[in-house]
């Protein structure tokens, strides 16, 4: 019991720090970046915003995957030890 308070403590202290330690994630890298700089000088005004609205979708999209690529990894993996523990 003492040994799952801990780990539960501890995921618990982990996912703390990672909640303090987060950025504005809503930015363009740098290619994307001068892709709109060059698109708002063409001077089409409102169709430039839906442009850097879409590249920033797109980047946190492609952000997405291998975390939840990876969790679902961990998740199965962490699903199956605990059932190899039952059966001892």
């Known amino acids: 019991m003492r040994q799952k308070i801990s ?3 501890a995921a618990t202290a982990m996912a703390f ?3 303090i330690a987060t950025t504005d994630a809503y930015s363009q ?3 994307c970046r001068a892709t ?3 698109n708002a000088g063409t001077g089409r005004g ?3 915003n ?3 609205m879409g590249l920033n979708t797109g ?3 492609l952000m997405a995957i291998p975390y939840l690529l990876i969790g679902t990894v961990g998740f ?3 699903k199956n030890s605990r059932k190899k523990e039952a059966k001892n």
Do not use: P, R
């Open 29 to 31: 890298c740098a290619m």
């Open 59 to 61: 980047i946190l999209y």
């Open 76 to 78: 199965l993996w962490y």
């Open 36 to 38: 709109v700089e060059s």
């Open 50 to 52: 839906e442009v850097g």
């Open 46 to 48: 409102e169709a430039d």
């Open 17 to 19: 720090m990672l909640l």
């Open 7 to 9: 780990k539960i403590l």
